[in-house]
């Protein structure tokens, strides 16, 4: 039996192998459909890509911000306006009133003209927008006809029904508010949100000063009751010695800076010039921290005269206390200036606390001094920046290059601690290197990449 096998197995072997190599099979594949155009698709996404580079929102927020520069103008020259009309004594109008409704006459026509190129600009971009996007509907349209498969459809109503779930998802949530606000006596009443931005603008250097700080003073000199000011890192984005002054928002807005620079000293940096964007002007005064010294410096704009106080013996600086996130630390923000309701704040960090967050109260006067100084249980590297805002530190952290949260609280009339607040704000550039609580209008000033961002802040 076994050998009966074996031989026609060798034979099948032997035959297999003189099968002459000319006899083999080959076949011709005939595709009927047509080719697919794969430069066409490349020219599509290429517009494409055009075509989100040069609509953003950062082109939306110009035109707000300008609207309302605005806004908040006009009302300004109808006092102004009113005032000189008072002032009427039959035969001759005040001289300085006049020249003060002449100035402010200059500046809205800049302002309104700067609102109509930039009107112009956002019509054309909208009339180009609208012809690019037809004719890539229509040649997508002509690219489906490719997918016989009918991927592309399957896809879409893919994202339809994740879009009409996320939809269903949302309605079912609240609004995310802080889940204990903080507990403290405030004129407003509870800080519970933060909105916007409001004020978007590169102002007169676009691009030039990444670190920087801008807003209003709380307790503002008379006659200065409308003025911005502004202190840009001029020099290696470390330094600067002088603080820029604006008549209202719709000056800075455009750039048109009156009554200009208030210098602190002729070079920079030098002693007790500013060291780090995070800076303060409270009753016509800069404070911030001193050039290579661990104290704050109190520039009186008027008097130009400077007095300093020391901060305890191991306060870091010279960036060794820097608020950080997981990618960066800002460079020389070791020192944070901070204006609320009830006067200036320092906020920073010492060997003794291990890096953690220390809070020192201003008190005001010829020699400014330290009044109270409070612990907190916060490392400093773990926070992006800190504000002040009816005398309860607030500190935030970054989620995201859109996202920046809000995240702990310190209430100093009751010394509790949250680390829950949970409220975010909308970036418009991945880093704030500062930010400043106004109390007079309760806005939230940033300053983000050389720009000036403004969020209303809400409370309850």
Known sequence: MKLCVIIPLCALFTLTHQVPSQDKCVCDLTNSAKAFPHDKLSTVEDNASKCNGNVTPKKTLELESLMLGLERRLPQLQEDVSVLEREDDGELYGVLSLLVIE??????????????????????????????????????????????????????????????????????????????????ICPHGKFVNVTGPEVY??????????????????????????????????????????????????????????????????????????????????????????????????????????????????????????????????????????????????????????????????????????????????????????FMACGVLYATRYVTKEVEEIFYSFDTSTGVEKFNIGIFIKKISPNIYSLNYSPVDQMLHAYCNSFMVSYKVLFE
Request: contains cysteine.
């Open 103 to 184: 100035n402010e006459l200059t500046e809205i026509k800049q302002l309104i003209d700067k609102l109509n190129m930039t009107s112009q600009r956002h019509q054309q971009l909208t009339t180009d927008t609208t012809e690019q996007l037809e004719d890539l509907r229509a040649k997508m349209a002509e690219l489906q006809e490719y997918d016989t498969l009918q991927v592309v459809k399957r896809q879409q109503a893919n994202q339809r029904l994740k879009r009409d779930l996320d939809q269903c998802k949302n309605e079912h949530q609240l609004i995310p508010h802080p889940t204990q606000p903080p507990q403290g």
């Open 201 to 386: 603008t590169p102002g007169e250097y676009p691009g030039s000063y990444m670190y920087g700080a801008w807003g209003r003073d709380p307790k503002p000199a008379v006659g200065k009751e409308n003025w911005y000011w502004l202190v840009m890192m001029t020099s290696s984005n470390r330094y600067s010695n002088y603080v820029r002054l604006y008549s209202s928002l719709s000056s800075l807005i455009v750039g048109v800076s009156t009554p200009g620079n208030v210098l602190i000293h002729s070079s920079n940096p030098t002693t007790n010039t500013v060291q780090g964007p995070n800076v303060v002007l409270y009753g016509d005064a800069l404070y911030y921290n001193c050039y290579n010294k661990y104290a704050v410096c109190r520039f009186n704009l008027a008097t130009k005269t400077i007095t300093t106080m020391q901060l305890p013996e191991g306060t870091r600086f010279n960036s060794k206390g820097n608020f950080c996130h997981l990618d960066e630390c800002y460079q020389y923000t070791d020192l944070d200036l901070a204006t609320d309701e009830s006067g200036v704040w320092v906020i920073y960090t010492t060997t003794q606390d291990f890096g953690n967050l220390v809070l020192s109260k201003v008190e005001e006067g010829e020699q400014p001094t330290f009044n109270q100084t409070w612990h907190t249980s916060v490392y400093k590297q773990a926070v992006t920046n800190t």
